[in-house]
C-alpha cells in the first residue's frame, strides 16, 4: 500500500540545479527513513543520500558531497533532493526509497529521470 512517487527530473546542462521530490502515500512517513539511490544505465544502483525520521542526515555520497542536499517535510509526507552544480555523470534514474531502518528499504519509487549535459 505504500507508494513513493517522485517528480522533479528533466533535462538541464551542467551547473545548473534541480530538486526532486518524492511524495509518499499509504504509510506513516514520519517514522521512515529516507533515501535517495541513483542507478544510471549499465550501472550498478547507488546510495546518494539518507535522511532519518527525525531529520539526521545519513553521510552523503563522496561524489555529490557539498552539492546536493536532502531534506524531509513530514507535514507534507514528502521529502526532497536539493541538487546543485550538476555533471553530466549525475546522470541517472533517481530513486526514492523509505523503510524502517537502513538495512531494510521496503518501499522505492519508480524513479525520477535527470539528464545533464555537457
Known amino acids: 500500500q505504500v507508494q513513493l512517487v517522485e517528480s522533479g527530473g528533466g533535462l538541464v546542462q551542467a551547473g545548473d540545479s534541480l530538486r526532486l521530490s518524492c511524495a509518499v502515500s499509504?504509510?506513516?512517513?514520519?517514522?521512515?527513513?529516507m533515501a535517495w539511490f541513483r542507478q544510471a544505465p549499465g550501472k550498478e544502483r547507488e546510495f546518494v543520500a539518507g535522511?532519518?525520521?527525525?531529520?539526521?542526515?545519513?553521510p552523503y555520497a563522496d561524489s555529490v558531497k557539498g552539492r546536493f542536499t536532502i531534506s524531509r517535510d513530514n507535514a507534507k509526507n514528502t521529502v526532497y533532493l536539493q541538487m546543485n552544480s550538476l555533471k553530466a555523470e549525475d546522470t541517472a534514474n533517481y530513486i526514492c526509497a523509505a523503510g524502517k531502518t537502513w538495512d531494510d528499504m521496503a518501499y522505492w519509487g519508480k524513479g525520477a529521470l535527470v539528464t545533464v549535459s555537457s
Open positions: 499509504g504509510g506513516t512517513f514520519a517514522t521512515y527513513a
Open positions: 535522511i532519518a525520521w527525525n531529520g539526521i542526515t545519513k
